[in-house]
């Protein structure tokens, strides 16, 4: 170690802007009862905001009450799950607020995932009713007696529109394939008739902090994804240490830019429950590709705008960003990839806002380091450093324990009161990513002497493409499925746009021939559209270690040289 030093000294905390605490007084409220909080004292404040279609807080705490009884009536109680499989629609943040409030499990599922991906996270996670969209429910139906799923409740794009848009949509929502014709099956239910309905109120619950209130799936650089436990307790310490690290932002007095997935931690935590516990207007963005984001942006004025790399890319290539006034913008986040020098220089001249880059991982709810919002140093190039009541130390690549020298290498480790219980049903996972107390991040990094951490290299396999996360194995368990593939093996390969990009190297049986056209074609129907590779090298072995295991860092080496 350096000589005087050790991470417990925090030497990242004479970096705190004035105002950010070392240490939060914390509330012991779980997220409903922020959620009525905010319906007492903002009643008529606009909540949520969809295409223009506004709900207040009040209209939202009558909306999340009806839910829980609709819940409560289907025989949903305390400690059951259920799942949410939407995009950002009003019914996505009643749905979520619904179940918490009864007492129950919420399952956030990505609507981008294929049937197979889906299957294994609704039966892992024995969810018993599903939330979804018309466009995916058919599909859902023919999925239910595979899965514990008793109800589906299924909402439309055009439960929530204004006028006129609200008399149009029946009239071209199927024709722009917004809409879709729900065939009649048992237990099957349309959510604006089903909220309507009259029934007795959810019982009282009491929510216990430490009880279970999620379990959020994420993918492992090896098998299935695991569902990460997150507390009711860390759920509501992540939005109050949220609070503590953007002092001058005040309760009642911004809009949320509500673009980042709900389905994503990063987006559920930062962008939903962070907006809701400070009684923000939330502006959704069902689709976040850059013409819907300027769009947004020029006609509701966000304030604060959490988002990830691509979209801040996409949107400054956009040619509509030459006409949209973005000014009203005052703070943005940015998380999951490194940000570009200059997109953000580009980004705050064009907004006039400060972006500070944070790090975060499913485990920890997300967020664990952030760089200073205002009056503190920015670092470009660092993830920031560690928020309030957040430990962090580099240990040791071999022993995972020893703490290395300030600017030396090693395993970024965490501990704080936004890391997860652990991972569902996988004890040996949890043992492993959870010593002693503290989460190993299987990133590698290096912190400075100012306390600023620099991520040098992730999880060697993981390939983040447009922001999301992608697990080579659930690729590579796919082309092992194929009749003609011998081996296989993908790697993340450099985009201009999405970051990465995903590239497969296959070795075929002997005696088969295959195209590249033929595995894309196979792999439409089997992975998200996010994971599907866009290029597929044939080649006749792969480089190995002595014990077989395949030279992953050899073919990036390769693939770099190339780019």
């Known amino acids: 170690m350096t000589k005087g030093f050790n991470y417990q000294d925090k030497p990242w905390l004479s970096s705190y802007e004035n105002d950010v605490p070392e240490q939060v007084d914390y509330e012991r409220a779980c997220l409903p009862e922020f959620l009525e909080r905010s319906a007492r004292e903002f009643p008529d404040r606009m909540a949520l905001n969809f295409q223009g279609y ?3 807080y009040s209209e939202l705490k009558t909306m999340v009450d009806r839910f829980a009884a609709v819940l409560s009536d289907f025989g949903i109680g305390k400690g059951d799950s259920v799942a949410i499989l939407l995009p950002n629609v009003i019914p996505c943040v009643v749905g979520y607020y619904a179940i918490l409030k009864i007492g129950a499990i919420v399952v956030m599922n990505n609507p981008l995932y294929s049937d197979r991906e889906l299957e294994h996270q609704f039966n892992d996670s024995s969810a018993k009713v599903l939330i979804t969209l018309d466009l995916l429910a058919n599909r859902m139906i023919d999925l239910r007696p ?9 909402t439309s794009i055009g439960d929530y ?17 917004l809409a879709a014709t729900v065939r009649t099956a048992s237990d099957v239910f349309k959510w604006k008739p089903l909220l309507a309905r009259t029934m007795a109120p959810s019982p009282p619950i009491d929510l216990a902090f430490d009880d279970v209130a999620m379990y959020q799936y994420t993918g492992g650089t090896t098998g299935v994804s695991k569902g990460v436990m997150l507390t009711h307790a860390n759920l509501s310490r992540q939005v109050q240490q949220l609070r503590a690290w953007f002092p001058n932002f005040n309760r009642g007095e911004e809009d949320m830019l509500g673009a980042l997935p709900f389905f994503h931690v990063f987006g559920l935590s930062v962008a939903m429950n962070f907006s809701v516990y400070m009684g923000w207007g939330d502006i959704l963005v069902p689709k976040p590709q850059p013409e819907p984001l300027l769009e947004v942006i020029g006609k509701f004025r966000p304030t604060f705008a959490p988002l990830v790399p691509t979209m801040y890319i996409g949107m400054l290539s956009s040619p509509a960003i030459a006409k ?3 000014t009203s913008i005052k703070g943005c986040f940015s998380g999951s990839a490194p940000l570009p020098v200059e997109v953000i220089r580009d980004f705050e001249a064009k907004t006039g806002a400060t972006i500070v880059e944070g790090f975060g991982m499913t485990e920890s709810t997300p967020v664990t380091h952030v760089n200073p919002f205002a009056g ?3 670092k470009v190039g660092s993830i920031g450093v560690p928020i309030s009541d957040t430990e962090c130390r580099i240990v040791d690549l071999d022993d995972g324990v020893t703490d ?10 965490i501990r704080g009161p936004q890391v997860m219980k652990g991972y569902w049903n996988k004890p040996e996972a949890t ?16 912190m400075d002497k100012d306390g600023y951490f620099f991520i040098v290299d992730r999880k060697k396999d993981m390939i983040i493409s447009g922001g999301y996360n992608v697990y080579p194995r659930d690729i590579e368990e796919v082309f092992f499925e194929h009749p003609k593939v011998q081996e296989a093996t993908a790697i993340g390969i450099p985009h201009a746009k999405r970051g990465e990009q995903v590239k497969v190297f296959v070795v075929l049986k002997e005696g088969e021939t295959a195209t590249r056209e033929e595995f894309l074609e196979y792999c439409k129907d089997k992975l998200a559209t996010y994971k599907l590779p866009t290029e597929i090298e044939f080649r006749s072995e792969l480089p190995k270690t002595n014990v077989g295991k395949v030279l992953k860092k050899d073919l990036r080496a390769e693939e770099m040289a190339k780019h």
Not at 146 to 154: E, H, L, N, P
Not at 404 to 413: K, M, Q, R, S
Request: proline share 7%; net charge positive; aromatic share 6%.
């Open 146 to 154: 595979k899965t514990g799923i008793r109800q589906i409740v299924y």
């Open 376 to 378: 503190g140093k920015r």
């Open 324 to 326: 949209t006034d973005m």
């Open 404 to 413: 290395v020298p300030v600017g030396d290498i090693g395993e970024l480790i």
């Open 161 to 177: 529109l204004p006028f006129p848009k609200n008399l149009l949509f029946p009239l071209v929502g199927k024709k722009k394939g």
């Open 54 to 56: 506004q709900v207040t």
């Open 431 to 446: 043992a492993e990513t959870l010593a002693d107390g503290w989460l190993h991040t299987g990133d590698i990094a290096k």
